[in-house]
């Protein structure tokens, strides 16, 4: 297609025609800290319409995932879309519990990510997509917005990525004064840590951008080990490790000692395990020898685990040492967080002074405990 000819030409001539702000604006709403309890939502999981949320639980749900048209770089609505959001929002914010909500835009997977990217390297996309999903935001009675940009892959990425931030929160308090309405909530679903450390191309997040222009990120504090590496079991959410930095307390130091607030951190807490099929059905700690995925093809949503350990009377072990759960029942090997290791995240996540927890993902958890415990646990110690 001739698209790809003709943007960098596009880019190059708005370029020399626009003098670009160069201001930071300040994110204005984050001059409030309440506690953020959060949780994605995704229209997708059979059986779970958002009324089946437990709204008492949380304080900001997160529609996951909307991404532009890849033509126009504005988000074209189908019918479908449209009724899926205004049901969110209006079943949320009329709920007698009411939580503020946020809409989600990109997700994982090399398609949203390469829109993404594609989009912040350029001023003029930028511009329209900014407008476009503030235009969605408003029309829907969202909250705010989210970026889920899973990752810049580079240093010139991350740069595009501090541009679409400046120019993303000057348009929200433009909006704001303009409409007199509370600014829209600008946010970032990001990787456990501020710089790619284990990547061989090697990059650190814009955090001086972040932290002037979005009211927090949602550190994603999961995904460590998988079956990806299908040859040793790990903790997938391992919150100290003393072998490696893949740990969350390793990557929320680096957000704070990278210059962000604690104020603007919220832990992610997975509602899923993952899985492996072990070598040796005897030899089954953390880091045992393993084959293959395991259950679920290698993921299983809490409700599942739950369901396995049943089924199979499986051994339940609690690790102090890691703060994770795991349990296995012949060669399967599941690791995942439950109440227990939930509830001490929650403790040590206050001890960093966090802004809060969030969940991946709604739907994952049918009896409400791990997010009822967190809730309560919060708030007794806040
Ligand atoms: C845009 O998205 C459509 C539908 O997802 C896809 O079929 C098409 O190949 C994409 N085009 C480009 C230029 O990426
Ligand atoms: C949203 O959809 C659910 C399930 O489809 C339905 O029961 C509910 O009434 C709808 N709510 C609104 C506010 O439209
Ligand atoms: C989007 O752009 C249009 C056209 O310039 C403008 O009228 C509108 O106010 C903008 N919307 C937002 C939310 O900034
Ligand atoms: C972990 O990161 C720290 C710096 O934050 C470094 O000093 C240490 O060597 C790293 N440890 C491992 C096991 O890579
Ligand atoms: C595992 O241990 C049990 C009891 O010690 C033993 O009977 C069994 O043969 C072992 N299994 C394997 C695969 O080594
Ligand atoms: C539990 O057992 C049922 C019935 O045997 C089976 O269909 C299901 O896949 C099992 N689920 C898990 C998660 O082990």
Redesign the pocket.
């Given at each position: 297609m001739a698209k790809s000819t003709l943007l960098p030409f596009l880019c190059t001539v708005f370029f020399l025609l626009m003098a670009m702000p160069s201001i930071d604006a300040t994110a204005s709403s984050s001059s409030s800290f309440s506690t953020i309890k959060g949780s994605y939502y995704t229209p997708w999981t059979p059986d779970f319409?958002?009324?089946d949320i437990d709204t008492t639980l949380f304080t900001h749900i997160f529609y996951a995932f909307l991404s532009p048209s890849n033509i126009t770089f504005k988000f074209e609505l189908s019918e479908t879309t449209a009724v899926a959001l205004?049901?969110f929002t209006?079943?949320l914010r009329?709920a007698s519990s009411p939580v503020k909500t946020l809409l989600s835009i990109g997700g994982s997977g090399d398609v949203p990510t390469a829109l993404l990217a594609e989009i912040a390297s350029c001023p003029s996309s930028r511009k329209v997509f900014i407008n476009s999903s503030m235009e969605v935001a408003r029309k829907f009675a969202f909250d705010g917005l989210d970026l889920d940009w899973e990752w810049p892959k580079n240093r010139k990425e991350m740069k595009d990525l501090a541009h679409l931030l400046r120019e993303w929160r000057l348009e929200i308090i433009k909006e704001a004064r303009a409409t007199k309405q509370p600014p829209l909530l600008l946010t970032a679903a990001v990787y456990f840590a501020a710089d790619f450390f284990l990547d061989p191309v090697y990059r650190m997040y814009p955090v001086a951008a972040i932290r002037k222009n979005l009211d927090w990120i949602n550190a994603m504090c999961y995904d460590y080990h998988g079956a990806w590496d299908p040859s040793a079991t790990g903790a997938q959410a391992a919150f100290f490790d003393p072998k490696s930095n893949l740990s969350s307390i390793h990557g929320l130091k680096s957000w704070l000692q990278a210059g962000l607030p604690a104020k603007q951190v919220v832990m992610g807490l997975p509602l899923y395990g993952r899985t492996w099929e072990l070598k040796d059905p005897n030899v089954t700690e953390i880091g045992a020898p393993a084959v293959k995925a395991g259950p679920g093809d290698g993921v299983l949503p809490y409700s599942d685990v739950q369901v396995f350990n049943r089924n199979y009377s499986a051994t339940v072990v609690y690790d102090a040492e890691t703060v994770s759960t795991y349990s296995f029942a012949g060669t399967s090997w599941v690791s995942y967080d439950d109440v227990a290791s939930a509830m001490v995240k929650i403790g040590l996540a206050q001890a960093l002074g966090l802004r809060g927890y969030f969940f991946w993902v709604l739907g994952y958890e049918t009896d409400w405990q791990i997010s009822s415990q967190a809730s309560r646990a919060w708030i007794l110690n806040d």
């Open positions: 319409t958002p009324s205004s049901n209006s079943t009329f």
